[in-house]
């Protein structure tokens, strides 16, 4: 009987990364440089020089990894969602009847349960 070697993989449940992006900012690099290929692919296509359209893909693409670095280094791996997820939270609930506090009080059974 032959004995099997077999590697550990020490990077499970870690986070994925790309030259330090982590996570969903990969994703977002490769959106953006997919949106200024097909932007310089449109500014080509009418008739705008060459000459125009690098410089202008450029700065672009250096505003691009610029502005998703930065959301790297200032969020994290989820503080960029978390935030999100808090701007949705509302400040306040208005509620213009009882109703639903009131049918919470009420002893009758629930929908498939027997007393």
């Known amino acids: 009987?032959?004995?099997?070697?077999?590697?550990?993989?020490?990077?499970?449940?870690?986070?994925?990364?790309?030259?330090?992006?982590?996570?969903?900012y990969?994703?977002?690099?490769?959106?953006?440089?997919v949106g200024l290929l097909l932007l310089f692919t449109?500014?080509?296509?009418?008739g705008t020089p060459l000459l125009v359209c690098l410089p202008v893909i450029l700065l672009l693409g250096g505003a691009l990894f610029a502005g998703v670095y930065h959301l790297n280094k200032t969020f994290g791996e989820h503080g960029l969602g978390k935030r999100l997820a808090r701007r949705r939270i509302p400040?306040?609930?208005?509620?213009?009847?009882?109703a639903l506090f009131l049918h919470l009080s009420r002893k009758e059974p629930r929908h498939g349960h027997r007393h």
Do not use: H, W
């Open 42 to 46: 449109l500014l080509y296509l009418l």
């Open 91 to 98: 400040d306040f609930l208005r509620l213009r009847s009882r």
């Open 26 to 33: 990969i994703a977002y690099l490769a959106v953006g440089l």
């Open 1 to 24: 009987m032959a004995t099997s070697v077999y590697r550990i993989n020490k990077g499970i449940n870690r986070p994925l990364e790309f030259r330090g992006l982590r996570a969903q």
